[in-house]
T-cell receptor
Framework: DAGVTQSPTHLIKTRGQQVTLRCSPKSGHDTVSWYQQALGQGPQFIFQYYEEEERQRGNFPDRFSGHQFPNYSSELNVNALLLGDSALYLC??????????FGDGTRLSIL | AQKITQTQPGMFVQEKEAVTLDCTYDTSDPSYGLFWYKQPSSGEMIFLIYQGSYDQQNATEGRYSLNFQKARKSANLVISASQLGDSAMYFCAMREPQGGSEKLVFGKGTKLTVNP
């Protein structure tokens, strides 16, 4: 039973570029949430997708956008990258009110 | 306002001893859930234990137990018989179901070091 898988594991970009991160949820899960974790901090909620719709959004600018596909997989897009966007990006999946299960994350470095 | 507070940036424990990691929370919603996650240096967030606000008994999962004191708004994690592999960051998180969403709010974490 595959857990949550994220790709890529590491990514290096420069300021102003755009990036797309991908997430496949745990089998049977229908809800995907994205979190940003800066160094030394707890994860911060970016947004959550359910039935291909953004259900709730955290305090992140519009440069952060996402998508959920019919197979429940999801993408996180970040435009006009800033140095402060360097972080570990975590994807979590869940079913109904069950606990969220996280992937290993994508480490994004902005030069 | 900070909703999850973990006051211990770092904790040390001897192997085979028990350790308690503190977590206090703040919410006005009567329905909420509390979670603990473990994050090794590799970065993955591993779900450990869950406590619902209406649960009458404290949650337990193997060596992990949650000391839930609702009136004090605390949800401390107790790890019994610590092992070297328990060394990691530990995060307390709260879920407030708002508009059907299940967003998690995390504390800043506690770094646990288990000494041999």
């Amino acid at each position: 039973d595959a857990g949550v898988t994220q790709s890529p594991t590491h990514l290096i970009k420069t300021r102003g570029q755009q990036v797309t991160l991908r997430c496949s949820p745990k089998s049977g899960h229908d809800t995907v949430s994205w979190y940003q974790q800066a160094l030394g901090q707890g994860p911060q909620f970016i947004f959550q997708y359910y039935e291909e719709e953004e259900r709730q959004r955290g305090n992140f600018p519009d440069r952060f956008s996402g998508h959920q596909f019919p197979n429940y997989s999801s993408e996180l897009n970040v435009n006009a990258l800033l140095l402060g966007d360097s972080a570990l990006y975590l994807c979590a999946s869940s079913l109904m009110a069950g606990p969220q299960h996280f992937g290993d994350g994508t480490r994004l470095s902005i030069l | 306002a900070q909703k999850i507070t973990q006051t211990q940036p770092g904790m040390f424990v001897q192997e085979k001893e028990a350790v308690t990691l503190d977590c206090t929370y703040d919410t006005s919603d009567p329905s909420y859930g509390l979670f603990w996650y473990k994050q090794p240096s590799s970065g993955e967030m591993i779900f450990l234990i869950y406590q619902g606000s209406y649960d009458q008994q404290n949650a337990t999962e193997g060596r992990y137990s949650l000391n839930f004191q609702k009136a004090r708004k605390s949800a401390n994690l107790v790890i019994s018989a610590s092992q070297l592999g328990d060394s990691a960051m530990y995060f307390c998180a709260m879920r407030e179901p708002q508009g059907g969403s299940e967003k998690l709010v995390f504390g800043k974490g506690t770094k646990l070091t288990v000494n041999p």
